[in-house]
Structure formats: C-alpha cells, structure tokens
C-alpha cells in the first residue's frame, strides 16, 4: 500500500506552477470524439484521471498519443461500442462519454460512473436534458443506454445547478438539429473552457458563463487545438496550504478572477494576499481570526475548497463555521482530522471548527479533496510523521503534487509498504 509522509512545520517558500485544470480536461477529452479530425489540447495536467479517459478513447478506436503536456486525439476512426464496464467504471466522469457519444452516433451505453463517492451522485438533470433533446434514456444492469433517431434542439431548464449537466447537454446539442437553449446552466470557468474548445471545433455556443447558454447545432465538427485553462482548484489548495503552514508563496499560472471568493475569505481570517496578472502571492501570518464560509456554486467558494479550508480554520483562533451547500455531507475529512486532534462537530451540512493545533496520526483519504485536507493538516504539525493512506485519490486530482510541495520546502515523500 503507497502512503504519504509528511514531516510538517517547515513554512512553505518558493513558487509553485499551476497545471491546467483536471474539471476541464476530463470534459475536453471526451468533447474531442465530436470532431471529425484530430483535437489537440495543450496544457494537459498529468493526472491518473486523464490516463483513464485517454485508455477510454483507445478502447472506441480513436487513435490517442499523449506527450508531455500535450494529448492528440484524432478521432477519425472511432467507432460506437456499448460500454457497460472496463475503465468507464473508475472515474466519476465517464458520464460525459454519454453526451459526446450521443451527439457523435445519437447512442451510447455506459456503465453508471464510479470516482469520489463521498456522497450520493445523482445524475436525473443529466438524464432529462438528452431526454428534452430526443433521447430515450433506461437503466439497464447498473448501465445507461441513450438512444435517439434524431437529436433535436430543446429549451432545457435543470432544477439544480450542475457542472455536469450543464457541459454534457452541451456536448449532446452541439449535434442536435436546431437550437438548445440551456436555463439555469452552471457558470464554472470549466464550462466556459469547454464551450471555448467546441467553438474551436465550429460549433456555435453562446452564454457560456452565464446562468443561460444557447447552442446552434451543427452536422459537422472540425479538429483544433486548444489550451486547458489553469486548475483553480489546484490554486486554490497551494494557497490554503501556504496560509496553513505560515508560508510565502508565489502561485504562478492561475487565474486570479477564478479564485476571488477563497481570496477574500483569506484576506478576511488576515492571510496576507498580493493579486498579479497571472499569479497570487500568499504570506501566511502567525495569527489568524475565525471566519464564516458557504460553498456554493460558481462564483461563489467553490465546495472542491472545503475540506482543504476545513484544515486551514484549525489553524485559526476561535470558532469558524464552514457550511456547504453544493454536497449536504461532504465531510469525510472531518473524523480524520479528529484523530489529528481537530475540534470539529458537524452540524447539518456545516463543520464547526475549532481553532486547535494538530497532531500527527495515521489518516486515509476517502476522496481527493479529502485527501488535500489531510496533507495540508500533516503539513502544519511539526512533531511526529503523519501517514495519509488513500493515495490513488490524490493521483486524481494533483499533478506532481509531492515533487511540488518538496520544491516548496515541505519534507514529503511516498512510501510502499
Ligand atoms: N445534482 C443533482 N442531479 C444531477 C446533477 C447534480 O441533483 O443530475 C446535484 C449534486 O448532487 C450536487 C449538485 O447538484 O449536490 C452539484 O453537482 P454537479 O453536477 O455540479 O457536480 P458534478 O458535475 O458531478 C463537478 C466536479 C466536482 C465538483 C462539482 C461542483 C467534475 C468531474 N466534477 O461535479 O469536482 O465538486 O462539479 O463544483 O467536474 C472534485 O474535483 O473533487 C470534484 C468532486
């Protein structure tokens, strides 16, 4: 079993270079099978993730090389196979496989979607914009088949805000025969990335970035290349951890704009915060005052920041609340952090926190941004080695996140046991 050890309390001091965002690149992959030519995207993260999509592709005959920060897809030669099982199953979402294969040969089937599980994840909007768009949509065996003689443009209102639905509707549409109109669409910069990247291909979306897209379908979809925007996710938990650990961090290659609500929070608990163009400075203090956070949906702080922030406000003098209202129980995180030490009682769909120094113990990682909790935590504790199991989660989501935290100063390695 791999394990990370951290041997914390050094500040964290340098800079750290941002991938390009994880949340973009498992949608712009499988938006490339659309295209009737070869896709290249540029600032791929390195990610298991990423593999598992790329092995994806492989499987339906798309021809996939992968160098680098760079992934060719040329999809010319790929084909529609059912796939209820094999490597769909690992990652959380494969479901964009039903929107693009939809569009691509009006069917699909693929097996129900695996990945971080921290709580029940459903996929009804998902399921009733293909319907809006023409698709007769079952469950069979724990897999979806989608099928439609036509795809035709629909008005499409989704009750809940999602990232989900909204990209894969979007994929769907972007083949369909006329004019969707998505309402009450999700407004992350990852949407905004995919919609860049479809546009590219020759299609015609429009309002990406807004809570209304509108989408022109077209017969046909070019090849292009593409450049992933920067994971503000990834940001966002290089800042916590250089807040937690009192450091002096430069984050380059981010988009400041995409990470204002987790900035202010921090100037608010008194992180000190110098903005540039294309990176964010963070000098971590000794004292830091409680705060109130809400997860919400885009642009408001982000829920992927939760749990890292959860290990922050340990950090903090005083009683913090930290409420999440995009996922009611994602906190996996938090009886890990107890056997740190951490004064944490969940209430509801809120932590609330007690500022209290941490111990190190042996914690597992139940989910990838789990996970970022716990490093960050084991990063603040100066006495001891704190063990954090559940690697192959954090593979999910942060590209080279030892040899980074290393370059930063931290005293991190993987160990086999
Ligand atoms: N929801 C429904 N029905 C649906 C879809 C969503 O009820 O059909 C609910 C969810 O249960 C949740 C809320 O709507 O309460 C928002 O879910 P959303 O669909 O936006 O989440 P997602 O698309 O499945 C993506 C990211 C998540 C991130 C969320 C929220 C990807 C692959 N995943 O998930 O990222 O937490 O948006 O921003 O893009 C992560 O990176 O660690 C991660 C989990």
Redo the contacts with the bound molecule.
């Keep these: 079993m791999e394990k990370l050890m951290i041997s914390g309390g050094r500040p964290l001091q340098g800079t750290v270079t941002i991938s390009g965002a ?2 973009s690149a ?2 712009l992959i499988p938006a490339a099978i659309l295209a009737e030519s070869e896709v290249i995207l540029d600032n791929l993260p390195l990610l298991s993730d990423v593999a598992v999509y790329s092995e994806i592709l492989e499987e339906l005959g798309a021809n996939v090389s992968w160098e680098g920060n760079q992934m060719r897809i040329d999809p010319t030669h790929i084909i529609s196979l059912p796939m209820p099982n094999g490597p769909v199953k690992k990652l ?2 494969s ?2 496989m039903m929107g693009a294969m939809l569009g691509r040969f009006k069917e699909a089937v693929i097996g129900l979607p695996g ?2 599980n ?11 914009g293909f319907e809006a768009l023409g698709a007769t949509v079952t469950n069979e065996h724990g897999a979806i088949h989608l099928h439609a003689k036509e795809l035709k443009g629909a008005k499409i209102y989704l ?9 894969n509707i979007m994929l769907a549409a972007t083949r369909a025969k006329g004019s969707t109109i998505i309402e009450n669409a ?1 407004k ?1 910069p ?1 949407i905004i990335d995919v919609a860049t990247l479809l546009n590219s291909m020759g299609a015609s979306i429009k309002g990406a970035g807004t809570e209304t897209i509108r989408i022109e379908g077209k017969s046909e979809l070019r090849g292009c290349r593409h450049s992933i925007i920067p994971d503000r ?1 990834q940001a966002g938990t290089y800042m916590i951890a250089a807040a937690a650990t009192r450091g002096n961090v430069l984050i380059d290659n981010v988009i400041p704009k995409h990470l204002e609500a987790l900035t202010a929070k921090l100037i608010e608990m008194g992180v000190g915060i110098e903005e540039l163009d294309e990176s964010i400075r963070v000098i971590g203090k000794q004292n830091y005052g409680s705060i109130d956070v809400k997860a919400l ?2 642009p408001g702080f ?3 920041l939760q749990s890292p922030m959860t290990s922050l406000l340990t950090q903090a003098d005083g009683v913090s609340v930290l409420s999440d209202f ?3 129980n ?1 906190f996996k995180h938090v009886p890990e952090l107890a056997r740190m030490g951490a004064k944490i009682r969940v209430e509801g769909r809120s932590a609330i926190i007690e500022g209290h120094p941490l111990n190190a113990a042996k914690v597992k990682a139940t ?3 789990a996970g970022a909790a716990l490093v960050i935590a084991g990063l603040t504790v100066s006495e001891g080695i704190t063990e954090v199991t559940g690697v192959e989660f954090i593979d ?2 942060y590209d080279h996140l030892v040899t980074n935290l290393r370059e930063l100063g931290a005293d991190v390695w993987r160990q086999n046991d």
Aim: aromatic share 10%; glycine share 6%.
């Design positions: 994880k949340n498992i949608a959380r979402a479901y964009y990945g971080c921290f709580e029940p994840r459903p996929i009804d909007q998902h399921i009733k009750d809940v805000v999602s990232v989900g639905a909204t990209i999700a992350e990852e996710i949906v885009y982000a829920t992927d995009v996922y009611s994602r989910d990838l941004r999910r989501g």
